[in-house]
């Protein structure tokens, strides 16, 4: 896509308008945000008053269980109000920066609610992010105050995050969250300790600056994205209205860390938004999750499709009382339809295939969608994100041809944080979001994902979309994970390289056969491959794509050709070492 600079302000109807200061500046414009008001999208209310609203409403309704137990939405709110007085205590102010780093719990959800009430702004990212990140992380984002576990495995967060103060001029303190003391840090149980009568709501602005998005990182480093108390709530929770059965209770588990984008459901969406009940587990282990379901009955459960495969492939699957599931909410990487059809007839459930990126674009097949879509994002729905596809120029894309998805409605969030560059690349006057995803409308209007602009693969001038590989490689059934990464190559520019975890050795020939039986062009087969035990997930629980490019080039991308294994009947050309196909900017 071209690059378009999006300015500091944007225009309506000829009306330069502007919203926000500083590096929370709303590129949405106050116009368009009003309107959504006005159709009755916005609530218009801060995150705190709608969640006090529900505690008022059903203080005994269960909020968050967790490895501690079970939090009512009175006990939430509690210790929402002592902590909200702690942290006033230690400065935070409206419109400062706590970066909050916890494992999945109650806890965690306090503190997004504490944080709320008092004006500042959030920003979670989950335990397994390391010095580099929390480093980049408080420090463009300004962070007055952290709050992180005294350790995840063999690594101290926070005494590592207080050793890294000198590096962050703005953070003034460390919370230490934990059993073990960290020293120079303070205890959480003296923030605790405040006296919840001295609480004061600071009644926000609905439209401003609630909570930072961390990307995963996934690709590259860490995109952060500013969304306002109204996109979380009247953006996000709509989608989870969205999936609820009308009077039936709303309990979802959780799998994902909450400091992630998809975590971004909870405490704003689900507890605030829905008056629902969270399920959360420290960190994602499929027996424990099974447990789980089996005590905590929940009606949702919320994850990405690998850690479903691992829930049906664990043994205890078949002791587990599944009934109480309504439906597996997935998202963050590619549904394959074989996945989706075991997830009901295992879980004798809906499978919601959902859409979404930090940066503001989502879409979602619902429960009354046939079997058949599963595979499918859905119909947008311009309540939630309004979807369009465009060309290079930006103009649309003919109905069933591929396109760049870009998106504008009540969840786009305010813009990106200490980077005008990205602004400048993704965001477009009005508002709109680019996604740098590619997609296609089907005559139904649903949706369907092709890949990433920046991932489609260009070997000698053609493109090859890893999405399209990934997805019929996952229909084997000895491959339990699959992803296809560039290595670059002094011929071609970039071969395709497919990273397998499966339950029996694969030779590339066979991959390829494989793959060609189903009727994927010769230029599209993979030209290496890599099997491993397991692929490597970061720390939002998505596939380290970084990672798997490193493995493949140190493994092949010194050699300048390709000698793919000499196993009849797949020839050299039909592995795709001849040119093939044409040049062009989508693929397929």
């Known amino acids: 896509m071209t690059s378009i600079a999006a300015p500091a302000h944007q225009y309506v109807g000829g009306v330069a308008t502007v919203t926000g200061t500083g590096p929370f500046t709303d590129l949405v414009p106050a116009e368009t945000r009003q309107a959504w008001s006005q159709r009755g999208w916005y609530a218009d209310e801060d995150l705190y008053a ?6 008022a409403r059903t203080p005994d309704r269960d909020a968050v269980i967790d490895e501690h137990g079970t939090t009512s939405y009175a006990e939430l709110d509690r210790t929402v109000r002592r902590l909200a007085v702690g942290l006033g205590a230690l400065g935070v102010r409206p419109g400062d920066v706590v970066g909050v780093q916890l494992p999945n719990r109650a806890l965690s959800c306090a503190i997004d609610l504490a944080v709320a009430s008092l004006g500042a702004i959030a920003m979670p990212y989950p335990v397994g992010r390391g010095d580099r990140d929390i480093r980049n992380l408080l420090g463009r984002a300004g962070a007055v105050l952290a709050i992180a576990a005294t350790a995840h495995g ?22 230490a969250v ?65 999936l609820r059965e009308p009077g039936a209770e709303f309990r979802a588990l959780f799998l994902v860390p909450l400091g992630t984008a998809f975590g971004s459901y909870g405490t704003a969406a689900t507890l ?111 309540s939630i994100c309004q979807l369009r596809l465009v060309d290079d120029e930006l103009g649309p894309v003919p109905a069933g041809q591929v396109g760049e998805i870009v998106g ?64 019929l490689l996952l229909t084997h059934p000895a491959i339990i994970d699959a992803a296809c990464v560039a290595v670059p190559d002094p011929t071609y520019g ?68 390709v000698a793919v294994e000499a196993e009849p009947p797949v020839s050299r050309a039909r592995c795709g070492d001849g040119p093939g196909g044409s040049a062009g900017r989508h693929p397929g």
């Open 178 to 242: 934990g059993r073990h003391p960290a020293p120079g840090c303070i205890p959480l149980s003296l923030v605790l300790a405040a006296d919840p009568g001295e609480f004061r709501h600071q009644w926000p602005d609905p439209n401003g600056a609630a909570r930072i998005l961390v990307s995963s990182g996934s690709e590259a480093e860490p995109k952060m994205v500013a969304y306002s108390h109204n996109a979380l709530a009247g953006g996000r929770g709509r989608i989870l209205a969205d």
């Open 408 to 471: 504008l409605g009540p969840m786009t969030p305010m813009g990106y944080v200490d980077a005008p560059e990205l602004d400048a690349r993704y965001r477009l006057p009005g508002g709109w979001v680019c996604s740098g995803d590619l997609g296609r409308l089907d005559a139904d209007g649903y949706l369907h994902i092709v890949g990433r602009r920046k991932d489609v693969i260009i070997r000698g001038g053609a493109n090859v979309s890893p999405a399209e590989v990934e997805a």
């Open 50 to 55: 709608l969640f006090a609203r529900q505690a």
């Open 154 to 175: 063999d690594y101290p967060c926070a005494r590592r995050t207080l050793e890294l103060a000198d590096q962050l001029p703005a953070l003034r303190s460390v919370i």
């Open 494 to 561: 970039e071969r395709m390289c497919c990273c397998i975890a499966g339950t029996e050795p694969l030779t590339l020939a066979k991959l390829c056969r494989y793959l060609s039986e189903r009727g994927l062009e010769p230029r599209k087969l993979p030209e290496h491959h890599l099997l491993l035990p397991a692929l490597p997930v970061n720390a939002a629980g998505k596939i380290d794509r970084r990672t798997l490019q490193q493995l493949a080039a140190q493994q092949f991308a010194a050699r300048a050709a």
């Open 272 to 382: 605030a938004a829905n008056g629902g009940t969270m399920l959360l587990l420290p960190r994602f282990d499929p027996s424990s999750a099974l447990r789980l379901i089996d005590r905590g009955r929940p009606s949702h459960v919320l994850g990405v499709p690998t850690m479903l495969r691992k829930i049906l492939d664990h043994p205890a699957v078949a002791e587990t009382d599944l009934g109480s599931v309504r439906a597996a909410v997935l998202g963050g990487s590619t549904l394959d339809a074989i996945m989706a059809a075991r997830i009901r007839a295992t879980m004798q459930c809906a499978v919601i295939n959902l859409y979404g990126s930090a940066d503001g674009v989502s879409s979602h097949t619902r429960l009354d969608d046939p079997p058949e879509r599963d595979t499918s994002s859905g119909r947008p729905d311009h």
